[in-house]
């Protein structure tokens, strides 16, 4: 979902981020892997991961990718609250974990819950003019469904290309590489990501 010089630079609650290092941690530990296991598995770095779950390095998008890929969680899993099914949960604009791709003018937050993670993750995206997403193969299966808020915008699914506006819905392999761009000026857009 992004280039290794994208860096998460703003979180929409600090408190977040700080939670991810730790989070991480239990992520491995839970599926009993070390961090030797954890480097074939997702191709980052043995020294890179020890770093980030002590807190001494700020992930770049695609690292943190590879990671939640390798571990089996979403953003949402490791970012977010763990809630209790018996009560209606409000998170407030203010409280939703975000990625602020600027160097791609795009900014990525996460509205699916937790437990949802591996199944289905919904994020709204806001792209700047020309604000793009890149993004590497999902597994295997994996479907997008991009509805559009606001703006024009561009979807790529390898070689199939289509364009939405507002209110249109595009479906799409995300199995394959995929993109999604802003035309014509700045775009808003719910993404939903389908596992199976």
């Known amino acids: 979902m992004a280039r290794e010089t994208d860096f998460i630079s703003a979180m929409t609650d600090s408190d977040i981020l700080s939670r991810l290092p730790e989070r991480l941690k239990q992520a491995r530990r839970a ?5 030797e ?21 700020n992930p770049t998008v695609a690292t943190l ?20 099914e018996d ?16 160097g791609d003018g795009c900014k990525i937050r996460i509205l699916s819950a937790p437990q949802d993670a591996g199944k289905l993750e919904v994020y709204e995206l806001i792209f700047k003019e020309g604000g793009k997403l890149d993004s590497k193969p999902h597994s295997r299966g994996t479907r997008e ?3 559009a808020q606001e703006g024009r915008l561009a979807v790529t699914s390898g070689v199939a ?19 999604i761009e802003a035309i014509d000026g700045p775009a808003r857009a719910i993404l939903m990501v389908v596992k199976f």
């Open 31 to 35: 599926q009993g892997l070390s961090l």
């Open 65 to 84: 990718l590879n990671l939640t890929r390798a571990l089996n969680v979403d953003f949402a899993g490791l970012l977010g609250e763990e809630v209790a």
């Open 37 to 57: 296991a954890v480097e074939k598995i997702s191709g980052v770095s043995r020294s890179m991961v020890s770093q980030i779950e002590r807190g001494e390095s």
């Open 87 to 102: 009560r209606v949960e409000i998170l407030h604009e203010h409280q939703t974990p975000a990625l602020d791709r600027a």
């Open 145 to 147: 469904q991009l509805i």
């Open 161 to 179: 290309r289509g364009m939405i506006g507002t209110g249109d819905t595009a479906r799409y392999a995300a199995d394959v590489p995929h993109a």
